[in-house]
């Protein structure tokens, strides 16, 4: 059956005319676009995973400022990013001071820092994807505009040397299409990943500004395990042969893939959805042509970690007027 295309605004009977519909987002604006009409018929939205909520927590107050979003993996780099960033932008008090917002859960750890949210949101789609329905929904009801986000983690490089960072330019599915697929109401929704060009040159010409900071603009995969599908060896399970895995690295590579992560296609897709521009942000660890066990030294994956950290920081930076 052909693909219908599905508006932001279109009803759920619109679903049962095709199994594939393509939702065509809205433009991107200064505005956070929730696209739920469900959600105003609400006297109170409860951001579970949070243990936020419109009736409990002012949230135009807590975070009607907020311009910047950054986006990892793990809890406790994203608190190190909350300091780090708190450092960079020399603002007073004391980095040990900056709580977790959502210490009342521990789904996720949120930290704010003047106009920066920095929150983790766990392993693969399902995790970050959660996160984000809460995030846009925080980020709507506390009338913020203008806000960008940014993932940044770490991946499996492509034919890269590891250390090196990788700026999406099309965050791609295991097939390397530029499509993010969401089963709704037993239907496939594919949602466009195009991520904003603008965002991406920024940081391209950010990391010539900065020492240490090789990077490049590539596809990134998205995959939903990190051993079986990232055609990994090494796994528990392994169903294929070693040249199997290289001529898939191989195809990947030829179609502009360079990294190899695990939440970039949901997290182009929800943001372009909504309204929102985002970049993705990840350092390679290892070039998977190479192996696939990750065993270089704790200290310099550590340094590896903190590139994309460093050149969102100084993207923001220049944003804030703080760098010329
Ligand atoms: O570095 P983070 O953000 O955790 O992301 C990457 O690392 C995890 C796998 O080790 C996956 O979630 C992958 O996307
Ligand atoms: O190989 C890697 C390394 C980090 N994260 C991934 O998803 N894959």
Redesign the pocket.
Known sequence: MAPILLNSMATVTDLSQSEFIIHEPPLVTDQVHVMNPHLETMKEDILYHFNLGTNTHNLPEMFGDIKFVCV???ANRMKSFAQFIHQELALSGNIDDITDICEGTDRYSMYKVGPILSISHG??VPSISIMLHELIKLLHHAHCHNVVLFRI???GGVGLAPGTVVVTDKAVDCFFRPQFDQVVLGKVIIRSTELDEGIFKELLQCSSELDNCPTVIGNTMCTHD?YEGQGRLDGALCSFTTEDKMEYLRKAYNTGVRNI???STVFAALCRACGLKAAVV?VTLLNRFDGDQISTPHDVLVEYQQRPQVLVAHLIKKRLGLII
């Open positions: 990892g993996g793990s392993m693969g983690g770490t991946s990190f992560e695990m939440e990840c």
